[in-house]
């Protein structure tokens, strides 16, 4: 079937480098730049792609490439930012899924409607926040959220996915689960209140706003980007992908048996009774903080985000990653789960 008249150029031996947060020099056989949701909507019918696997490339942000891609990189550059209607209690604001996740949460704080600024400097796009229900600081987005647009790849059929069929959970959702690779994500529609109330009780934010009798959304704002570059490596001058291990999550009574054995343990109490272990906490207590494999490495100044100290690969994150895991493991009896998306 012949693709249609304004069909995206289509690239060959594309190098997903710069599109890959960790910076693994991998390539894709093929790539093409989709800037709209009618190009997005084309694709099932591009006779160019025809029996190729598609990988739809957000900004890369949580994502470990462990060789070359054989297919078609997808790399989503839909744009567009605005104020789609308000009611009495709250703001809908709607972005494109291309547009930088830190760039919106900044526009929407000018626009005079905070509720995002906990996850401010989150790296990635906007289409790539709900895959993984992005959070940070006590917020995660999907409380945020009101819903969002997609085109099944398969089909082109565009939909439209409310909070409840996205299924968010802890780092988690619905696209990475039952639709993982299904769909793009074309635009995400947020709901922000109108009476702001503000989410300052992680330590590292409450200290930085220390002193401070009364402060703003914008506030938040600058401490989260202060906190956040104080202690997590930027992606453009250390690759590296957030968090590389969800905060696992254990019983209660699985928790009395290791405090008993590990006194020190930071545990955060859920209100289902579980409790929440800091994942760094129990990676540091096993050493690896700094250490690594080629030039795979535990960040020295958090130690639940792996980075690329130059030349490494995805492979050698992924044996770094099942090191530490191995480690707690046989210390904690705790499972770490990876939280990026491994290809
Ligand atoms: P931190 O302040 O060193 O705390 C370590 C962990 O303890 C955090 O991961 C956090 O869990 C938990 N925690 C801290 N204070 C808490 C509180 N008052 N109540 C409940 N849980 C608490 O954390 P960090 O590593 O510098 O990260 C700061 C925040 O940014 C965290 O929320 C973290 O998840 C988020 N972050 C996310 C990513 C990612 O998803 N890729 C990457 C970097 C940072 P939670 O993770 O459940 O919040």
Partial sequence: MPHASHAPELLDAHSLRPHNTFGFDVRARHAMKIDSVEAASLLCRDGRLAGMTQLVLGGGSNLVLTRDFDG?????????KRVIAEDAGSWLVEAGAGENWHGFVAWTLAQGMPGLENLALIPGTVGAAPI???????????????RLSAVELATGARIEFDRAQCAFGYRDSFFKRAGRGRFMITSVVFRLPKRWQPRADYADIARALEGASSYDAQAI??????????KLPDWTVLGNAGSFFKN??????AFDTLRQREPGIVS?????????LAAGWLID??????????GAAVHDRQALVLVNRGGATGAQVLELAGAIQRDVRARFDVELEIEPVTL
């Fill in 221 to 230: 704002f600058d401490a989260v980007v202060a906190v956040r570059r104080a």
């Fill in 248 to 253: 696992p999550v254990v019983s209660a009574q």
């Fill in 285 to 294: 207590q096993c050493g690896w903080k700094g250490r690594g494999v080629g």
């Fill in 72 to 80: 078609v990189a997808l790399i989503v550059n839909i744009e567009g």
């Fill in 268 to 276: 955060y109490p859920q209100v289902d009774g579980s409790v929440k």
């Fill in 132 to 146: 993984q229900n992005i959070g940070a600081y006590g917020l995660e987005m999907g409380e945020r959220f009101e």
